[in-house]
């Protein structure tokens, strides 16, 4: 299994950055692909961003110019820089994980909440 947990989390005034992160654990070896998710408040779940074993990344229209995902394996930690934050932005976000182990399975974080607010 994978355990994943985010941090970073705020709140930011328009225009402004943040840098979420994820540390994952567990079966590490059988990931292939990580991403973030957003949920705002009465709203379904929305791909941000995800990155795949080789370093591919694929980013949603929203995101892109905006947002950079990235991965530091010696620190097990998935990040999503944002910059620029818009008042459409605010939600929980998480990461999750897609690995392996005898089936296909995704982990999920706990979430981190985003508010933008001058």
């Known amino acids: 299994q994978v355990q994943l947990v985010e941090s970073g989390g705020g709140l930011v005034q328009p225009g402004g950055s943040l840098t979420l992160s994820c540390e994952y654990s567990?079966?590490?070896?059988?990931?292939?692909?990580m991403g973030w998710v957003r949920q705002a408040a009465g709203q379904q779940r929305v791909l941000v961003a995800r990155?795949?074993?080789?370093?591919?990344?694929r980013y949603e229209d929203f995101g892109k110019g905006r947002f950079t995902i990235s991965r530091d394996n010696a620190k097990n930690t998935l990040y999503l820089q944002m910059n620029s934050l818009q008042p459409e932005d605010p939600s929980v976000y998480y990461c999750?994980?897609?690995?392996?182990?005898?089936?296909?399975?995704?982990?999920w974080g706990q979430g981190t909440q985003v508010i933008v607010s001058s």
């Open positions: 990155i795949t074993r080789n370093e591919s990344t």
């Open positions: 999750n994980a897609a690995y392996f182990d005898r089936d296909f399975e995704v982990s």
């Open positions: 567990g079966s590490i070896s059988t990931i292939y692909a």
